[in-house]
């Protein structure tokens, strides 16, 4: 079974500052992990995905993200916020071959950006 | 680029009543998902086509039935719709290897009254 977690309902951040919005998993192989972004009243727009190789994963509108197998995480980073960035987060992950490569998402994590 | 179309937008149903929503992709996928969001839970897996000609149960698939049609169409229908099916849903289609990322659609409101 593979299963994701995310273990912030909300983060607030002023603009400007570093963001972080952190990510656990639990597979019991291999994973691809990615992450996705909600703007209200639309649907969800991939960042930026984990396959293999470098642990530092760069990804769209500055985001990136740190996978760390000891401690199974992928937490997404920002090194300075927007009010823009302002949206609903998510964490998913697949297990490598999956049956249907379903993928498993996080409970979302909500990003506000206070000027 | 249309990528993932979903029809319609904004359903009102009343308990008992059916619907089928339409999702289709323009991008070849082999594999295509649909999901509900709910407030607190996330989206959650109702149906899934590996590839064209076959579906399997997510994680929470009663209440619903999907269709295959082809490699372009994955449609679900509710047949006796029920309050607690109140959600948005999303259809989603990726190209069918674990390591490629998925393509959603804006979604459904629907709304069981």
């Known amino acids: 079974a593979q299963s994701v977690a995310q273990p912030e309902d909300q983060v607030n951040v002023a603009e400007g500052n570093p963001l972080t919005v952190k990510c656990t998993y639990s597979v019991s192989g291999n994973p691809y992990l990615f992450w996705y972004v909600q703007y209200p009243n639309r649907g969800l727009q991939f960042l930026l995905k984990y396959i293999t190789g470098d642990n530092l994963v760069k990804g769209s509108y500055g985001f990136e993200a740190e996978f760390n197998k000891s401690q199974t995480s992928f937490h997404l980073k920002k090194p300075s916020a927007l009010v823009s960035d302002s949206a609903l987060y998510f964490c998913a992950v697949r297990l490598y071959k999956a049956a249907g490569n379903k993928l498993t998402f996080g409970g979302g994590t909500r990003v506000l950006v206070k000027p | 680029n249309a990528g993932v179309t979903q029809t319609p937008k904004f359903q009102v149903l009343k308990t008992g009543q059916s619907m089928t929503l339409q999702c289709a992709q323009d991008?070849?996928?082999?594999?295509m998902y649909w999901y509900r969001q709910d407030p607190g839970m996330g989206l959650r897996l109702i149906y899934y086509s590996a590839s064209e000609g076959t579906t399997d149960k997510g994680e929470v698939p009663n209440g619903y039935n999907v269709s295959r049609l082809n490699k372009r169409e994955f449609s679900l229908r509710l047949e006796s719709a029920a309050p607690s099916q109140t959600s948005v849903y999303f259809c989603a289609s990726s190209e069918g290897q674990a390591n490629t990322e998925a393509f959603f659609g804006q979604g459904t409101r629907l709304t069981v009254v």
């Open positions: 991008m070849n996928h082999n594999s």
